[in-house]
């Protein structure tokens, strides 16, 4: 298969270039993942949306980027890891809690904990939580709202981790100094079935 372009303001149609532009205006540049995006209007428009509403939710810039990192380094997404420690870095988001997200570990903060725990069960039962587990949630200070806005940010993440993934999409300049690699997981091997 040929790889696929990454696209920029120059060679596409509208309304991908309007979204596009409007991407550089806010980052101040267009990150690949948009630009290999841009191959599908739907799938860009529907990215770009989806990427706006999360802005517009009642977390931090710290939760969000917390919800980000969280799913990506689950998924192994190590473009959106990248991408989302230079964006944590950008809006001065604890350095610590980041490294924490990038290992996978616990954050010493509870209420942060809380959340990064939630969005990781959230994320690997497919949403089958307990009700132990929102209470836990609930409890931690996070209210039913952004229980639906976890979810949200985990739709983003998803996304663009599953389209990095099958893709491999270079890492922009930007994101360079945040390269990160997931750890190994030994793939299980199919037996053939005995005759």
């Given at each position: 298969?040929?790889?696929?372009m990454?696209?920029?303001?120059?060679?596409?149609?509208?309304?991908?270039?309007?979204?596009?532009?409007?991407?550089?205006?806010?980052?101040?540049?267009?990150?690949?993942?948009?630009?290999?995006?841009?191959?599908?209007?739907?799938?860009?428009?529907?990215?770009?949306?989806?990427?706006?509403?999360?802005?517009?939710?009642?977390?931090?810039p710290?939760?969000?980027?917390?919800?980000?990192?969280?799913?990506?380094?689950?998924?192994?997404?190590?473009?959106?890891?990248?991408?989302?420690?230079?964006?944590?870095?950008?809006?001065?988001?604890?350095?610590?809690?980041?490294?924490?997200?990038?290992?996978?570990?616990?954050?010493?903060?509870?209420r942060l904990?809380?959340?990064?725990?939630?969005?990781?069960?959230?994320?690997?039962?497919?949403?089958?939580?307990?009700?132990?587990?929102?209470?836990?949630?609930?409890?931690?200070?996070?209210?039913?709202?952004?229980?639906?806005?976890?979810?949200?940010?985990?739709t983003?993440?998803v996304?663009?981790?599953?389209?990095n993934?099958?893709?491999?999409?270079?890492?922009?300049?930007?994101?360079?100094?945040?390269?990160w690699?997931?750890?190994?997981?030994?793939?299980?091997?199919?037996?053939?079935?005995?005759?």
């Amino acid at each position: 298969m040929k790889p696929l372009m990454i696209h920029t303001v120059h060679d596409c149609a509208e309304p991908v270039a309007s979204t596009l532009r409007a991407t550089q205006s806010s980052l101040g540049f267009i990150p690949n993942l948009f630009g290999v995006l841009a191959e599908s209007a739907p799938a860009l428009a529907a990215f770009a949306a989806l990427n706006n509403q999360f802005a517009r939710t009642s977390f931090s810039p710290t939760e969000r980027e917390l919800i980000a990192l969280t799913v990506s380094a689950d998924n192994h997404c190590s473009y959106c890891v990248a991408g989302h420690s230079a964006f944590a870095a950008m809006q001065a988001v604890d350095e610590g809690v980041v490294q924490a997200l990038r290992d996978g570990q616990p954050i010493p903060d509870p209420r942060l904990e809380s959340l990064r725990r939630f969005t990781l069960s959230l994320l690997r039962s497919r949403g089958m939580v307990s009700s132990t587990e929102i209470k836990q949630f609930l409890n931690a200070g996070y209210t039913q709202q952004q229980l639906l806005e976890v979810i949200l940010g985990i739709t983003v993440k998803v996304m663009s981790n599953l389209t990095n993934n099958a893709i491999r999409i270079p890492l922009d300049e930007v994101f360079a100094p945040y390269a990160w690699q997931a750890p190994r997981i030994p793939m299980p091997t199919i037996q053939p079935k005995a005759a």
